[in-house]
């Protein structure tokens, strides 16, 4: 048995902040059962090299 933590990393496309509430029960649940991190700021006003960030931590400008 392991006791490494489960990771759910969900990535929606033009989601604002203020988007969740009555619309959207299931992410609702999520977000009362975990843990929040609600100062996110993103490396790129771009979708593609935003994700690029992301998921490699490093800056648009560094992997081009």
Sequence with gaps: MSDKPN??????????WDTLGDHTPNINQLKTESVVFDRAYCASPLCVPARGAFFTGKYPNITG
């Design 7 to 16: 990771i759910v990393i969900i990535m929606a496309d033009q989601l604002r």
